[in-house]
């Protein structure tokens, strides 16, 4: 469903972050980007939003072919949700209309300032039911604990209607109980709907348990790109390089302990 052609990403300065990359996301699989601090998950998220704009090749999308033009770029940015590490929330305002900020892309900013219809309210009550959050819709965003922030942000992209996820380490800063909650609704909510997520993470615990395939970024090269059972330990050393592999093996019994 979204595809990147030839895409390549160079920073002002001369950082080559993404090397020339063409991958295709499929519709209802959830993608892991996986690689250590600096390989270019985040620059290759960026670009599929055109958060950053690409200095090669493109991001072509079913429907909507090539994003070579602002028309096209809005509407795809109008499916696409994005989730981040933290501070995607409002504080001082409500869950709900956290929720509902989600239809911000669907009427403009001078139309979202006049109530909202009922359907869409309805629609934003149903996705913070989906996320397990009904019940704290008038709560402020901030009197929630990190966990249930981003389940907001999940039941914001639902309510936008997006038909693509992309979030940059949604889990960084959660518990392992919190992160579990929030990878399992974010893959429950892509088979049940066939949406599309790409998703950055740090653990291959989590990458293993919950990625249906994991994309390898080093140096802002793919070294891997295959089902999470596909990856051994030569894999990680290839990913993360020879010493991280002891750090990691190193979380892995200490999360099996
Ligand atoms: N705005 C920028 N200007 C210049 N260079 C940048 C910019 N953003 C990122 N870079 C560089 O591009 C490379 C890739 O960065 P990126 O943020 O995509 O990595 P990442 O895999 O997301 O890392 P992390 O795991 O730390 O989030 C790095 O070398 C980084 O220093
Ligand atoms: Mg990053």
Same mark, same amino acid.
């Given at each position: 469903m979204i595809q990147t052609d030839q895409l390549a990403m160079t920073y002002d300065g001369g950082v080559e972050a993404l090397q020339t990359t063409s991958l295709a996301f499929k519709q209802g699989e959830v993608t892991v980007l996986l690689g250590p601090? !600096?390989? !270019?998950k985040s620059t290759l998220l960026h670009c599929l939003n055109h958060l950053r704009k690409p200095t090669h090749g493109a991001v072509v999308v079913d429907g909507l072919g090539r994003l070579n033009h602002t028309g096209r770029v809005r509407r795809h940015r109008r499916n696409t949700a994005m989730i981040f590490q933290?501070?995607? *929330? *409002?504080?001082?305002?409500?869950v709900l209309r956290n929720t509902l900020l989600g239809r911000l892309g669907h009427h403009g900013l001078w139309r979202s300032l006049w109530p909202l219809p009922a359907s869409e309210r309805r629609l934003a009550l149903d996705s913070l039911a989906r996320v397990g959050l009904a019940d704290k819709a008038l709560m402020r965003a901030d009197q929630l604990s990190g966990g249930q922030q981003q389940r907001v942000g999940i039941a914001r992209a639902l309510t936008q209607q997006a038909e693509l996820i992309l979030a940059d380490e949604p889990v960084a800063s959660l518990d392992p109980s919190a992160s579990r909650q929030v990878l399992s609704l974010l893959r429950g909510i892509c088979r049940e709907r066939g949406l599309t997520a790409v998703i950055s993470l740090h653990q291959v615990e989590y990458t293993r348990e919950f990625a249906d395939r994991v994309v390898g970024l080093a140096g802002g090269a793919v070294v891997f790109d295959d089902r999470p059972d596909a990856i051994t330990d030569d894999v990680l050393r290839h990913v993360y390089g020879d010493e991280a592999v002891g750090e990691l093996a190193t979380d892995h019994e200490a999360a099996a302990a």
């Open positions: 601090s !600096g390989a !270019g933290q501070h995607q *929330l *409002l504080p001082r305002v409500s």
